[in-house]
């Protein structure tokens, strides 16, 4: 739809709300059809159409970008601004305990709260409390404060109101692009994620260097508009379907236990975070493995967010794959397999390219995992299935934390690394084997 004919926010719900995972009439857009006519060249790029096809999506996209990548300057300021306030590196790391019990709390809450009410009001809040969020937290900074305990409590308080709107604005997606443009809707939405990863640390670090922490914080600020746009275009976006009283987190979990397609998918990925993510040994195997330092470590960590940027970014073929079970449980074997690599080969580049080949396979069951809930799961379940999502997200690499750690404690970092990669190649074939009907699974004919 253009934009001069955009319904306005107070368009009621039976004119402004589409039928869920509805595809355009023939002509109507390029479609699938379209796309496979185009030269390889252009298939092989991330598939653009649902930016091109609909401006909802595509001011919902950009003002994700946007404010993931100031979320991520802001990140590092805090990080920055507890580590010169204390000199512990302990006290920086419990930034992350602090947005971890909001996001696994929240996140199970919010999607249940999405699955009740308006999704774009719901959105609107959570940008709106994030856009404070900053503010204040710029606002100490340039006050000079140096209180360690409001940085702990604005991290917890952002953590809340992120876990309390991301359901709700990742149900959303199957509502703005039709159901043939839902993995490549995905594959974008990966893209915006990465960049943030990737350019917002380099940005923080370098406004931080020059500026302060409170140059991150505000530029945060600014940039949370572009998103609060975005959402404030959209029309109503109430849940569909027959409406039983109040949405349980219970009954999303009942859901979810009687769905063995959707269930195996969350299992997969939680075999990738919890076995096969040495996250944490990442310090020690910089010293053991290649004798670096810090800056080793840097790399380390970005390495498998630029393999996921760049698997994001020629995603065009993904949108062609109709046996997505099999595309998942591939990509997460992919994924273990690598990281087993990687501890078995200590050379610091190629180290470096396993991670990457790690993250871009990574990327490639994150696309399909989202396309297989959003499409097999009911409008009126999305938001609870995206709150546990959340906490699998949330959840499982600390456990992968917990775990590669143990085992390095008991054996050495080399071991730990290759057996959790590959217990997760394990646990791919152990749910490939339970689980035929996953591997028969096809987006044309979705079950959950």
Request: hydrophobic letters at 50%; aromatic letters at 8%.
């Amino acid at each position: 739809m253009p934009d001069n004919q955009h319904p306005t926010p107070s368009s009621s719900p039976s004119s402004a709300e589409p039928e869920p995972d509805s595809d355009p009439e023939p002509g109507s857009g390029p479609g699938p059809t379209a796309a496979a006519a185009s030269p390889w060249y252009r298939r092989a790029f991330a598939d653009l159409s649902p930016l091109r096809d609909s401006p909802d999506y595509r001011r919902v996209w950009a003002g994700q970008a946007v404010s993931s990548i100031g979320q991520q300057m802001t990140a590092v300021a805090v990080s920055v601004q507890v580590y010169d306030l204390t000199g512990s590196a302990f006290a920086t790391g419990l930034v992350g305990i602090f947005s971890l019990v909001p996001l696994v709390a929240f996140g199970l809450y919010g999607g249940a709260i999405a699955d009740t009410v308006d999704r774009r009001r719901l959105g609107l809040i959570g940008s709106g409390g994030l856009a404070v969020v900053s503010a204040v937290l710029a606002a100490q900074a340039l006050a000079g404060l140096g209180l360690v305990a409001v940085l702990y409590v604005a991290v917890a308080v952002q953590a809340g109101f992120f876990a309390l709107s991301s359901p709700a604005r990742s149900a959303m997606i199957p509502r703005l692009v039709p159901s043939h443009q839902l993995p490549a809707a995905n594959a974008l939405n990966t893209v915006s994620m990465n960049l943030g990863l990737t350019v917002g640390p380099m940005l923080g670090g370098v406004l931080i260097g020059a500026y302060g922490a409170q140059a991150a914080y505000l530029v945060d600020t600014v940039a949370f508009t572009a998103t609060l746009y975005a959402m404030w275009r959209l029309p109503a976006m109430r849940p569909l379907g027959e409406r039983k009283g109040r949405a349980s987190v219970l009954d999303g979990l009942r859901f979810l236990r009687e769905q063995p397609n959707l269930r195996t998918s969350f299992l997969a990925d939680l075999a990738a975070m919890v076995f096969g993510m040495p996250r944490a040994l990442f310090p020690a195997i910089a010293v053991t493995f290649y004798g670096g330092d810090a800056g080793t470590v840097g790399l380390l960590v970005s390495a498998p967010a630029v393999g996921a940027l760049v698997g994001a970014l020629f995603s065009g073929w993904v949108g062609r794959v109709h046996r997505q079970g099999v595309a998942i449980l591939v990509s997460v074997a992919a994924w273990g397999l690598a990281i087993a690599a990687f501890g078995a080969l200590h050379n610091l580049w190629l180290g470096l390219l396993l991670l990457a080949v790690a993250g871009c396979a990574d990327t490639v069951s994150m696309i399909f995992r989202n396309t297989m809930m959003q499409v097999a799961a009911p409008d009126e379940m999305r938001g609870r299935l995206q709150g546990i999502f959340i906490v699998v997200v949330a959840g499982g690499p600390r456990l992968g934390d917990f775990e590669s750690g143990t085992v390095a404690a008991l054996t050495n970092p080399t071991t730990s690394v290759i057996t959790g990669g590959l217990a997760c190649v394990a646990a791919v074939l152990l749910l490939a084997a339970r689980r035929p009907a996953f591997l028969a699974y096809d987006a044309r004919h979705p079950t959950p």
